[in-house]
């Protein structure tokens, strides 16, 4: 170290060639230079041969507080960063990453003993689990992969290469499709190694550069709680950002950038708004774990949003609905049109969720965000439910149907334009009209808020009337 020192020439040409492609055209950036300067003074030589280690010392000799010190990173982070974009280093000395632990072996006794769980949770045979089981620890101890690491080339090479009869390969397969399909809705992986080609979803590809750093923000999307829908739409609008963006380094994004991007989408306020909270929590993300030392999204416009119009299915849609369903189907459309309940909560029904209270029968909803609610039901609607063993609405494998499939067989009984959540606002509004109760309305639909109840709600035209009627005969 060479604390006190002028900056040497090659620490003084680096810095110079930093600064051309970073001007210092705000407070932070003239400080993130003068910290670099401070770095190069201090650690002399030549900044293409600078360690982790020495990073390390020069940090913990550092007389600052730990603000001071986490800024210190950032910008000795941000510097090498360029650095390796460049070509003067292969590695960056300030983003040395932790060995982990934990074990492909530990990570199948986990992931086995949490699939052995759910499995039992959906009310299956103890053989049946323990088959499944078996296959899949074979599958595990045969390939020594990480689990979640699995692809599909490395699924078919290995059920190919099985040296067993034909019925067994089948039965082995069944399991595995079991367990990656499981994993797959628990948000363990994002695509599932089992299916088949032609029913593989085709994720558009996005540069290298964006996908290094979706990937610690998805993992840190779901350490912070959020539920596996919301983490899978936050990524499908960062990767769309993203190839629209694929010359642009993630860093290297600008205010300006955004503010293009958004302005030239034709959407509606709801997509515009949802498109800016994805980008908005990505960037403060890179900020809040130093990846960049000024978030660009600070200073985006709020969204105006305008107010949207209920859209309540037609009774006869309703009607003529339930007559062409199916038994199953017409279930689904009963608990949205008479119960209010999302496409995702239907698709999750679990015949356990019944419940018989002093008062009557209930249904314990699994909602929005991971939060519950219990919903009075009638014992017709009790003893149909209960009459399933495991989920009401069961996926092909294991697990309940996808509400993107649900609600695309549910539209296909509509009229065209008329959705399954066209029925949560038909249950909306004929509960607010028998008595205005907007409170107990959004207790039943499951809103934190009674103005977005108001949203679900068409008033009749017939108080609308009586109440003009009133007025004019009151003059």
């Known amino acids: 170290m060479n604390r006190g020192h002028a900056v040497a020439p090659s620490w003084a040409a680096a810095l110079a060639s930093y600064e051309l492609e970073h001007p210092s055209e705000g407070a932070a950036s003239r400080a993130r230079l003068t910290r670099l300067r401070r770095l190069g003074e201090d650690v002399g030589g030549d900044p293409w041969d600078v360690t982790p280690a020495d990073i390390a010392q020069w940090l913990s000799g550092l007389a600052a507080s730990a603000e001071a010190l986490r800024k210190y990173r950032h ?118 190694p089992t299916l088949e080609p032609s029913r593989r979803a085709k994720t558009p590809e996005i540069p290298a550069q964006w996908e290094a750093q979706l990937r610690p923000w998805r993992s840190w999307l779901r350490s912070a709680g959020h539920p596996e829908p919301t983490v899978r739409l936050r990524m499908i609008q960062l990767r769309r950002f993203a190839r629209d963006h694929a010359s642009l380094d993630p860093w290297s994004v600008t205010i300006d950038d955004l503010i293009d991007w958004l302005a030239g989408k034709r959407w509606a306020s709801e997509t515009r708004r949802a498109y800016r909270s994805a980008l908005r929590s990505f960037y403060r993300w890179a900020s809040d774990t130093g990846r960049i030392d000024e978030d660009p999204t600070e200073r985006l416009p709020a969204i105006r949003m305008s107010k ?10 309703y009607e003529r609905a339930l007559r062409n369903a199916a038994e199953s189907d017409r279930l689904a459309l009963r608990l949205a049109a008479e119960l209010g309940m999302r496409c995702g909560e239907v698709a999750q029904v679990h015949a356990r969720d019944v419940a018989r209270e002093a008062d009557g029968w209930t249904l314990l909803v699994h909602g929005k965000g991971s939060k519950e609610r219990v919903l009075p039901i009638d014992e017709g609607m009790a003893q149909r439910l209960r009459a399933h063993e495991g989920y009401v609405f069961s996926g092909q494998y294991d697990g309940h149907v996808s509400p993107t499939w649900l609600s695309a067989r549910i539209s296909r009984l509509l009229p065209a334009g008329v959705t399954m959540h066209a029925l949560r606002h038909r249950f909306a509004t004929k509960a607010y009209n028998v008595d205005r109760d907007v409170f107990t309305v959004q207790q039943l639909l499951g809103h934190a808020s009674p103005a977005t109840t108001q949203r679900y709600v068409r008033v009749d035209d017939a108080a609308k009337r009586r109440l003009v009627s009133a007025v004019a005969g009151a003059v």
């Open 308 to 317: 949207p119009v209920p859209r309540p299915a037609h009774d006869d849609d």
């Open 75 to 192: 910008a000795a982070r941000s510097f090498y960063r360029w650095a390796v974009e460049c070509g003067h280093v292969d590695i960056n000395p300030v983003l040395q990453q932790a060995v982990s632990t934990y074990t492909a072996d530990s990570q199948w006794a986990d992931a086995l003993s949490q699939f052995e769980k759910a499995q039992r949770g959906g009310g299956l045979a103890d053989e049946t689990i323990a088959i499944r089981v078996g296959h899949v620890r074979r599958f595990a101890r045969e390939t020594a992969l990480e689990p979640w690491k699995v692809t599909a080339a490395d699924y078919s090479a290995w059920v190919a290469g099985l040296a067993v009869a034909s019925s067994t390969r089948a039965k082995i397969r069944d399991s595995l499709r079991t367990f990656y399909r499981w994993a797959h809705q628990r948000g363990r992986i994002d695509e599932d």
